[in-house]
């Protein structure tokens, strides 16, 4: 059997060490904050009530764990439809969006939209597929909706500020993300944004 040519095992072994595509690219930008696969029950009762109740827990929550149960009750709220078909729908959003079927997932909400033009879980989440197709534009527009029914939404907070610092306005996109931690102090992956922001603006002139 022929061995390779020295020159080649140099080339072989330069490419074995060269960094993989992932890692010349860097870690991928943050994504706006998402309800988990699994939810509970929403609460019965009033609704407004509930949420107050929940979002006052959520101030004080006294860990990570503790902060994420609430969470979890919020959205369980915002996503409970009294509509069956703007549910059944909505289960087909996520798996159109499971699968990057992005034009779909906007046709699908579109109607959920349609149906019931109150739903405000149904503008974000449409907001976030807008995002995923980088249309900022119908993004923004979705995500001041939600915020226009719900200002306490800090997953449409969380887009808001991260589109804001991808079209480059860190100012704004640190006070958004400020606002997003006074409503939720334990919120994932946001207080590393702020740091991260604050370093920059608050380091120079504005």
């Known amino acids: 059997m022929r061995r390779a040519p020295p020159c080649a095992l140099l080339m072989i072994a330069g490419l074995w060490a060269a960094p993989t595509l992932a890692q010349t690219l860097g870690p991928e930008p943050p994504k706006p904050i998402e309800p988990p696969s699994a939810l509970p029950r929403a609460l019965h009762g009033d609704r407004t009530k509930n949420l107050d109740r929940l979002f006052e827990a959520l101030k004080i929550a006294p860990d990570d764990e503790s902060a994420k149960y609430v ?5 369980a709220i915002w ?10 729908l909505m289960g087909r959003v996520k798996a159109a969006v499971d699968g990057q079927d992005y034009d779909l997932a906007i046709k699908l909400l579109n109607a959920v939209i349609d149906i019931k033009p109150d739903f405000v879980e149904a503008w974000n989440r449409r907001a976030t597929v807008y995002y995923a197709k980088k249309d900022f534009g119908r993004a923004l527009a979705d995500i001041h909706h939600v915020l226009a029914q719900e200002p306490r939404h800090f997953g449409a907070l969380s887009g808001l500020g991260i589109i804001l610092e991808e079209m480059g306005d860190d100012k704004d996109a640190l006070e958004v993300f400020r ?7 334990h919120l994932e992956r946001i207080p590393d944004l702020v740091k991260k922001l604050s370093d920059k603006v608050d380091g120079r002139d504005i």
Do not use: F, G, K
């Not at 969470?71 to 959205?75: D, M």
């Open 179 to 185: 606002r997003a931690l006074a409503i939720h102090p």
């Open 79 to 88: 996503l409970a439809s009294p509509s069956d078909t703007a549910n059944l």
């Open 71 to 75: 969470e979890n009750r919020i959205w």
